[in-house]
């Protein structure tokens, strides 16, 4: 099988200033095409209202979005190591614009459902794992960085749509508001993919030079990508409870719905910040060992969540956790680089992602169930550190695999 990674032989090398412009783009398209993972949690209260539903029926159409976010990563990331990223993430791109257009037009819940995730999950998801899966291809001596920076799109999404769509909807109302994210992401996505047109370099290539070695590990890729999925639906299942539920939890202590928005926003805000800073860490010593650190630091934050319920408290333990838990699922990406061929890097991280996205869902799911038994939250952040726990065994024994393969003989 022919791939692209290796068409360009005279184009732009890897590390060069032109990745760096790849990058750039990248995180812009990121930004933009991530509002088909916030804008439909926008919309929730008004779209329950217009149709007349419970809050369990509202629902559906932000996991139906979240199921087709998580298939894309993996049906989208399989489609760019035949074909590379362009070609899928300009179908995803105008599926994502079409879907915001037409889920404006629907007139009933089970319609919007199937808009938001047939359109608006699956076209979203080429902006995450296909996205991080492409930059990986065009840096060596700073993947870890250009890994996070592009992840750091959704997060930034997360911070920019939820601010700007009530402004609009105020106004014009929820069908006005989609439809004019359609149409803007139909004029600046398509034409930021098609800066994207150029195949990787040669240097990308395994065994070319210039290329970074697959580093050795006492695994097959079947056992490494298996312990990759179950580590990456542990951390998530914990990384969940406070992000699902904060704004729930500060309303049961009283402290109202905005405190627990702004805690959320400050979660996102230093997730940021800790995947850039992961990135560099990652450079230095490596992803493994930094995915070990951000996990260990989110449990112990999960942990803090119990005791320190005050407000002040809450506020500095929710920018404890987004400082511990933003640069963890990127790290899965740079660990599926560093350790798995080039031409499976785009199935393979989709897997991975996709594993991390069910395990939010879940956790989300799973947090509810816990406090609807127990009438409260502290079961939940239990629950959510036994998960953590499952991560850190699983990655604990993958630095154990890779230290045995580093000292294998040649």
Known sequence: MTTTVSSRADGPSIDSAYAWVRLGVSMLLSTIGGAGMWAVVVVLPAVQAEFGVDRAAASMPYTATMVGFAAGNMLVGRAIDRMGYWIPALVSAIALGAGFLLASLTSSILAFSLVQGLLIGLGTSAIFGPLIADISHWFNRRRGVAVTAAA?????????????????????????????IGIFCLATMVPLVLMLRRGAPREATHGSPGSRPTQPISLSPAALQMLLVIAGFGCCMAMSMPQVHIVAYCMDLGYGVARGADMLSIMLAAGVVSRIGSGFLADRIGAVKTLIIGSALQCLSLLFYIPFDGLASLYVVSLVFGLSQGGIVPCYAIIVRDYMPAKEAGQRVGIVLMATIFGMAVGGWMSGWIYDLTGSYAAAFLNGIAWNLVNLAAILLLMWKARRGAEAPA
């Open 152 to 180: 750091s799109g959704s997060y930034l999404a997360g911070a920019v749509w939820p601010t700007v769509m009530p402004y609009i909807m105020q106004g014009e109302g929820w069908r006005f508001t989609y439809a004019a």
